[in-house]
């Protein structure tokens, strides 16, 4: 359990994940999604917001983002991008646990990008974090998530090779 999320590596979050995330390419890939599906969000809500890097530049396309994240550090780093960007208006952070609560209001689409929804580890919290998330999200709002997999950090590991628990391979 970590009281303070992302604490020491927060001042480095952006540049570590710089070559990994293509932010330009996921929003230009939430857009198409949301096209594709009849879905012209006003309004969005991007769980698990890390920095805001998605939520900013979704913003800058007129989309007004709220981003929830748990991690106070990592916000803080958001907080000055959204700033620099004169994006206050645009963009609302929540300091929230996203399995306990989320942001009051009714939103058109929903988000939770890069490993987000990785660190949902029970079945519990998932179906908690969608049931809220269905209350608010409107008639049809659509809900786009990443799921990151180990392969995506170690890609020479593969999932036959895993040690189970039982001792075989």
Known sequence: FMKRPYQRSAGYYDAMYA???????DVHYLLQAFKLHGAKPKKLMDLG???????????????EVDAVDMSADLLEIAQTKIDENKLAKKVR???????KKLPEGKFD????MF??????????????????????????GLFIFEFWSPLGWNPQQHWEEADL?????
């Open 115 to 140: 490993g987000a929804w990785c660190y949902l580890r029970r079945d519990e919290d998932a179906s908690k974090t969608l049931s809220m998330l269905a209350q608010r999200l409107k008639v049809g």
């Open 19 to 25: 070559a990994r995330v293509d932010y330009a390419g």
């Open 109 to 112: 689409a929903a988000i939770s």
């Open 165 to 169: 628990p039982d001792g075989t391979r």
């Open 49 to 63: 917001a890390g920095t805001a890097s998605h939520a900013i530049l979704l913003a800058k396309e007129g989309i």
């Open 93 to 99: 952070l929540h300091k929230m646990d996203m399995t």
